[in-house]
């Protein structure tokens, strides 16, 4: 049997004390980037199929007490393109994500740039391109946004290594993006991935700084008045081994996708553990 079908066949007999997140229904080895809206009735994630070739965002809402059939969202990707990272906002009514589609006033653009999309009565609403001040030539990925619209997200720094960007909402529009300072944004290691709590009071990210458990963990830092607290790694059950990246937060849990590689393939899914970040103060 290969490592791949092994963990498939575990996925599908675990427990929900495992941690793993509705074995093959959600979770089938090829899928990340989970978020949930407001009322925890509405999941988003991206449909990996493991090899990263497609990459198509996909909805499921749940219907008495249990979650429905996954479909793609209407905008997402149809023409080769690939759509990542969904991440709703604090008020449930708009989403943001990544897309490499083509931006018709910048034909030689081949990386992410972030778009919005409205959610209003259950229906979506058109692609927002957010602009050329937050978005650049170079790949922005891994949005996550605030109450008060402030979108962090991860783009490389100087030094060729992912870093962690934030962006201001000012009458409507995106602001060109600020990095983030140490000792959230440590220089020589990659950070990623955040998530950002609705009121900014902490961030969530992942990072493959020594010491980890492996690969890449996540870590929490806090915000003061005199900036940002020091990150700690948030340890197990939440950190392993293999890669653990995309959190979410909602309703006392943490969403997150942990990720193997097999070869030329991820094996990815997604897993949720009580989590409580007032806990790493």
Known sequence: MTISALLLATALAASPSDGLFEPGLVSDNGVFGFTLSPDGQHALWVQSGGARTRLVIVESHKVDGKWQQPAPVPFSATDGWRDIDPAFAPDGKSIVFQSNRPVPDKPQRKG???????????????????????????????ASIAADGTIYFMKNGAEGKSDLWRSHRVDGKYTAPERLAEPVNSGPWRESNPYIAADQGYLLYFS??????????????????????????????????????????????????????????????????????????
């Open 208 to 281: 493959d700084a020594p010491g980890g458990a492996g690969d890449v963990d996540l870590y929490i830092s806090f915000r003061g008045k005199d900036g940002w607290s020091t990150p700690k790694n948030i340890g197990a059950p939440f950190n392993t081994a293999q890669a653990e990246f995309t959190p979410w937060v909602h309703g006392g849990r943490l969403y997150l996708a942990r990720q193997a590689k097999e070869g030329e393939r991820f094996i990815e899914n997604i897993y949720s553990y009580p989590f409580d970040p007032s806990s790493y103060r």
């Open 112 to 142: 992410f740039d972030i778009y919005s999309v409205a959610l209003q009565d259950g229906r979506w609403g058109p692609l927002r391109h957010l602009g050329h001040d937050i978005n650049s030539d170079e790949s922005e990925s891994s």
